[in-house]
């Protein structure tokens, strides 16, 4: 078993848990937010999650609060937004903080372990500054919806920028090529 499927994480329903209980299964690990620009990719997160879950996808939500507090609700108020504004099947685990002092072990480890990201996250780091906002810097995660996918043997094996729908082409062609495996 990997480092990062050794290092627990909770269900959005508070239960115990970690990435090992899905070893063996490609897994496109998300940080969201239901209130951000970008909260509309659940819809295309989950879609992929129904097209390719049998073939061994997990979808993954990680709800974080570390971005324009955009992700503001508990766990409860966060699972019933997704499940009636989006029909969300996939997990969600418990809010965490992705970047930052408080910075949960996850996100250290997949930032640790991740090669760089696909998709121009300095145009997005730029973007953020027209709107006045300060962003991150690499190899922090730069906003919501940032996502790593991770082999069945639990190794990071891709990063997409925020701004990368789940049906861009470069995040399917690296789900697919991992699947195949």
């Known amino acids: ?13 508070h239960e115990p848990t970690s990435l090992g209980d899905y070893a063996g299964s490609v897994l496109l690990v998300v940080n969201v937010a239901s209130k951000c620009g970008l909260t509309p990719q659940y819809e295309g997160l989950e879609a992929l999650y129904r097209q390719y879950k049998d073939d061994g996808l997990v979808v993954m939500g990680f709800p974080a609060n570390n971005f324009r507090e955009q992700e503001p609700g508990d766990d409860a108020e966060i699972a019933e ?31 640790e372990q991740a090669p760089p990201v696909t998709g121009d996250t300095d145009a997005h780091r730029a973007r953020l500054r027209e ?37 861009d082409p470069a995040v399917l062609e690296a789900i697919k090529a991992e699947l195949s495996k």
């Open 131 to 167: 709107y006045g906002i300060t962003p991150t810097e690499d190899p922090d995660v730069v906003w919501n919806f940032e996502k790593f996918l991770v082999s069945r043997d639990g190794q990071v094996v891709g990063r997409f920028a925020p701004h990368l729908s789940p049906d």
């Open 81 to 111: 937004f997704c499940s009636l504004t989006y029909d969300v099947t996939f997990p969600l685990f418990s809010k965490i903080s992705v970047v930052g002092d408080d910075q949960h072990p996850l996100y250290a480890e997949l930032i």
């Open 1 to 13: 078993m990997s480092t990062l499927q050794e290092i627990p994480v909770d269900s959005i329903t």
